[in-house]
């Protein structure tokens, strides 16, 4: 009943020209100050106090030239921001660089592991227990050989260290009865490498003896945005040349094949040629680097696969071709063999999966899951169809996007009526109950999200455009047949009569007790089951206009009431925005019993 009171009050002022008053600030009525609800009055209160604080400030701000020094931070800051959003690149695995450290050594020593290769300035702590006692370090010589007491020297250079803990414990079992040897590193050599190609700092550096390829791509600030990883170069010594894919790493973090360094090191990154972007649909939307035999499918597990949101029966490519960008379709049997070209950019069709709550009188009420092709009618075949005693013509469905829609109309009609009582007090004199009630339901007002839809299933088989998409989250009711018609607001009696068929609207009204004395015979508004909402001109000229005044079951009649004008301000105008919102709640009364 709260939103019929409502729909009384602001339907009755309904034809007048909207005007902003000139001029300084008047004071408001007190009687109409009084009569708003606490919440209102203060947002009026509020909104009078910021009018005149801008009046003021207009007329007392002057130029300066003081400089805030908490906004010079604030710019720097925003600076550096920029700056680094500038840096950030679509290529993927090359943000994992951009922690370059503020020195070319790490922070702290990697650990090392049995695959350590020990070469020359390596020390190695031998501590030894049994029937000979002792702890000594050595250093590997330049000969790659160690010195262990009463036994020799052995060469360890070139063997990894799990390696040499077996061979110098064997020496000391072999050598000695009843002497067992614990081998560790004491300090690990510094090894210099030379980094070129397309990296930020190229140049020759001094790492810790065991820094693998990743730890030196970050000392020098990573690989630029033309530069591989796929095809890194390593040159060694009296090796032969070693070309590492750093992929496997990035992406599933296998670091097996990564190799360590060593001193005399060259590491050359050269330019990626297929570079392909996995647009929307992907897991990881980025730019993927390709190798010549690769394909759709591999971008696709580089990608992390597609979404579950995405179509994966086909995908779209876009290819730069004389001139111009084309759109190719791939179907998915073809993804294993079609090969990217540079630059090429591949999408995913959106497959929208969600769920939709269906009640009422169908033979199998719940939620459904559906996708982006689903429409009105597959889900009400879903749920079994209609019961006997259904009603589809009064059916209603709810959407949360409408919903949104609906509040903020709703804040916006409120916030235009309070700027209008703070600009102009003077328009609310003898005008305060209507006034505050209005503002008082606009402020309270819970919107519904209803959408006008069909139901009929005849209708929807035979028009597709009435067979509208499902969204996520919607909600579908469909009640029993009442043969009630609702007549509510200035009537003598209001409440549900019978229906009757052919009868017309003025006999409904009739048979609720007539018009009573303060009714609006401007306008009274039929409501249909179905939502649809119109406007019966009763006085003037237009009431000879051919009007559509059907009336069905489940109807509502809405007679407002006539408070007069109030100069400057259309009422009607302020809150139509949610008329229509109010109006559908009234026509699923009959839904709700």
Do not use: C
């Amino acid at each position: 009943m709260k939103k019929i009171i409502f729909l009384t009050s602001i339907l009755l002022i309904s034809s007048f020209i909207y005007s902003q008053e000139a001029g300084a600030l008047n004071s408001i009525d007190k009687d109409f100050l009084e009569s708003l609800p606490e919440s209102v009055r203060d947002d009026v209160m509020a909104e009078m106090g910021t009018k005149k604080e801008q009046n003021d400030k207009n007329l007392q701000q002057r130029p300066s030239s003081e400089i805030s020094r908490l906004d010079t931070v604030k710019n720097w800051e925003n600076f550096n921001k920029q700056q680094s959003l500038a840096n950030k690149s679509e290529r993927y695995g090359l943000t994992l660089f951009n922690s370059m450290q503020s020195s070319f050594m790490p922070l702290n020593e990697p650990n090392f592991g049995n695959n350590y290769i020990v070469d020359y300035g390596d020390f190695i702590n031998i501590e030894l227990f049994g029937t000979e006692a002792d702890s000594y370090i050595v250093e590997v010589k330049r000969d790659g050989t160690v010195t262990l007491d009463k036994i020799g020297a052995i060469r360890v250079a070139g063997l990894n260290f799990e390696q040499v803990t077996s061979l110098i414990s064997k020496k000391y079992n072999t050598s000695f009865i009843g002497v067992e040897a614990i081998v560790s590193l004491s300090a690990i050599r510094d090894i210099n490498i030379l980094v070129t190609g397309n990296v930020n700092f190229p140049g020759m550096y001094t790492l810790s003896g065991n820094s693998n390829i990743l730890q030196a791509l970050n000392i020098v600030g990573g690989i630029n945005q033309d530069g591989t990883l796929r095809n890194i170069t390593l040159k060694r010594a009296n090796k032969e040349t070693q070309n590492i894919d750093l992929y496997q790493a990035l992406l599933f973090g296998d670091i097996q094949n990564v190799p360590f360094l060593q001193s005399g090191d060259s590491i050359h990154i050269g330019p990626a040629f297929n570079l392909v972007r996995a647009g929307y649909g992907f897991n990881k939307e980025a730019i993927f680097e390709l190798k010549e035999d690769e394909t759709i499918n591999d971008l696709i597990n580089y990608a992390g696969g597609l979404k579950n949101e995405s179509k994966n029966d086909a995908l779209t490519l876009v290819r730069f071709d004389n001139n111009k960008f084309n759109s190719y379709k791939v179907e998915s049997s073809n993804f294993l063999s079609y090969k990217t070209q540079h630059l090429d950019s591949i999408y995913a069709d959106k497959e929208r999966i969600g769920t939709i709550t269906i009640t009422g009188d169908v033979k199998h009420p719940g939620k459904y899951s559906i996708s982006s092709t689903d429409r009105i009618l597959d889900i009400i075949k879903r749920s079994g169809g209609y019961t006997d005693s259904a009603y589809p013509f009064g059916g209603t469905l709810f959407r949360e996007s409408a919903k949104k829609l609906e509040g903020v109309f709703a804040t916006k009609s409120y916030q235009n009526l309070i700027s209008f009582i703070a600009a102009s007090p003077s328009a609310t004199n003898g005008q305060a109950q209507g006034l505050a009630l209005i503002l008082s339901e606009l402020k309270d007002y819970k919107p519904l999200g209803r959408v006008i839809a069909e139901f009929n299933e005849n209708n929807l088989e035979e028009n597709l455009q009435d067979n509208i998409f499902l969204n996520d989250g919607d909600e579908i009711f469909i009640p029993s047949y009442q043969s009630n018609v609702f007549i509510f607001g200035e009537v003598g009696n209001p409440g549900s009569v019978s229906f009757k068929e052919n009868e017309s609207m003025l006999a409904y009204i009739e048979r609720s007790g007539g018009l009573t004395r303060y009714s609006s015979k401007d306008s009274i508004f039929i409501v249909s089951p179905n939502g649809e909402t119109k406007k019966i001109y009763m006085n003037g000229l237009k009431k000879y206009l051919a009007q559509d005044i059907s009336v069905y079951p489940g109807s509502v009649i809405y007679v407002p009431r006539h408070v007069g004008k109030i100069e400057g301000i259309n009422y009607y105008a302020t809150i139509a925005p949610i008329f229509s919102s109010l109006a559908l709640s009234i026509a699923s009364l009959n839904s709700i019993n």
